[in-house]
């Protein structure tokens, strides 16, 4: 198993930045690929971007590509997401989460493991 824990979100106004943490404990995240996933109330989960854990190769959500940055720390266990020029839609709760499928996929019902989620909410 593996643990994911968030950190990093908050409040920010349009057009500003914020870096996200997910720090995984119990196993290397070599074994997963990370996901980053977000959900506004009265909407319904969606995928914002993920690594693919065989080739490291990034994947995102066509809204956010541009916009949006993912990497993977490997010597601290840790995966980040970079949100940049931040809009009010972008307001949601977002949720790291590990699945360790062989082939890569951006469907929440993949994913085995989910964080506890970290609120990002910007103003307008």
């Known amino acids: 198993q593996v643990q994911l824990v968030e950190s990093g979100g908050g409040l920010v106004q349009t057009g500003g930045s914020l870096r996200l943490s997910c720090a995984a404990s119990g196993r290397t995240l070599e074994s997963y690929s990370m996901g980053w996933f977000r959900q506004a109330p009265g909407k319904e989960r969606e995928f914002v971007a993920g690594?693919?854990?065989?080739?490291?190769?990034?994947y995102y959500a066509n809204s956010m590509k541009g916009r949006f940055s993912i990497s993977k720390e490997s010597a601290t266990n840790t995966v980040y997401l970079q949100l940049n020029n931040l809009e009010p839609d972008d307001t949601a709760v977002y949720y790291c989460a590990a699945d360790g499928g062989a082939m890569f996929s951006d469907t929440a019902s993949r994913y085995e493991y989910w964080g506890q989620g970290t609120q990002v909410t910007v103003s307008s």
């Open positions: 690594i693919y854990k065989r080739t490291g190769a990034p």
